[in-house]
């Protein structure tokens, strides 16, 4: 799940022209799928905490599962229906958070090594610089941590981390400013931590 060029080009463009950012409004929570497509429903709803406050939440209906993952603070939402995706962007755009479900590597992920020549593969430009465990209330799965140097623009710091479910992976991507990498990073932890199967979070309820 590579960062598409042209959004590449307008993230760059707004770090260098520190132009405000505002927050994307959740869009799309429900639209309807053509014959044939896969089902891909994202709803949203409140979730009270420990300490008696509460979170947004969002709730994924996939063909076979069902998944439940916090709005990360300071983030906006934007549902993508074709991409079977959930965009998350800051405020100031500086940093850019996705959640992608691929019908890649169902099941179990490759070994360590091949995963990492297929990411490094889909980011020629960039070096990987790191790969580790990742966690969330689903899966551990593998996270892989990459710096791309672009000519006469701020430095990216990019993360994806790939967990494996029965119907493909689940392909969670951090891309965001050297300069706001620092805060980014705890937000896309806080994202992968929430991470979990709305199907057990039920039963327990129960």
Known sequence: MGFHPARLNLLLTMMTNRRPFHLLALAALWAGTALGQPVFKVDSSNEPTPEGASVSVL??????????????????????QDGQSIEFTSASGSSIMTVQWSTNYPGALPQKQPLAETVAARHP????????????????????????????????????????????????????????????????????????????????KQ
């Not at 993952?69 to 983030?75: A, F, M, Q, S």
């Not at 689940?170 to 990498?181: K, P, R, S, V």
Request: charged share 20%.
């Open 125 to 204: 430009l960039a070096s990987l610089v790191q790969i580790s465990t990742c966690y969330t209330a689903y899966a551990t799965g593998l996270m892989f941590d990459l710096f791309q140097p672009t000519a006469g623009k701020p430095t990216l710091r990019m993360r994806e981390a790939y967990v494996a479910c029965p119907e493909g992976s689940i392909e969670f991507t951090l891309t965001c400013n050297l300069a706001d990498y620092d805060k980014a990073r705890l937000s896309f932890a806080w994202l992968l931590n929430s991470f979990r199967s709305a199907d057990d979070t039920a039963r327990k």
């Open 59 to 80: 709730l994924v209906q996939t063909d076979h599962e069902r998944f439940s993952l916090r709005l990360p603070k300071g983030y906006g939402a934007q549902v993508r």
